[in-house]
């Protein structure tokens, strides 16, 4: 049964810090590439950053380059996603996604809410 788990979301004030996971099971975790996606209320889901099955290759949306980290630890099969200099505009629902030529997966979702 293929799982996503996301976790580390929370409440945090402008300028702080969160670091978001992502646990992976039921498929071949090395073989998929993974995106962050996110959704605030309201608006449609963006993609937020994207690395290679590897890890060798990562991607950031114009709105988080700088800020956001993605990484990944095959060994795990987790997913990471070190936000810093966090803005309220960063308010959303964090979701990660696994994707290979053939399979779609989707976490459940993790909440992020950046506030003072």
């Known amino acids: 049964q293929v799982q996503l788990v996301e976790s580390g979301g929370g409440l945090v004030q402008p300028g702080g810090s969160l670091r978001l996971s992502c646990a992976a099971s039921?498929?071949?975790?090395?073989?998929?590439?993974m995106t962050w996606h996110r959704q605030a209320p309201g608006k449609g889901r963006e993609l937020v950053a994207a690395?290679?099955?590897?890890?060798?290759?990562?991607n950031y949306a114009d709105s988080v380059k700088g800020r956001f980290t993605i990484s990944r630890d095959n060994a795990k099969n987790t997913v990471y996603l070190q936000m810093n200099s966090l803005k309220p505009e960063d308010t959303a629902v964090y979701y990660c996604?696994?994707?290979?030529?053939?399979?779609?997966?989707w976490g459940q979702g993790t909440q992020v809410t950046v506030s003072s």
């Open positions: 996604n696994a994707h290979d030529r053939w399979h779609d997966y």
């Open positions: 039921g498929f071949s975790f090395s073989s998929y590439a």
């Open positions: 690395i290679t099955p590897a890890g060798g290759i990562t």
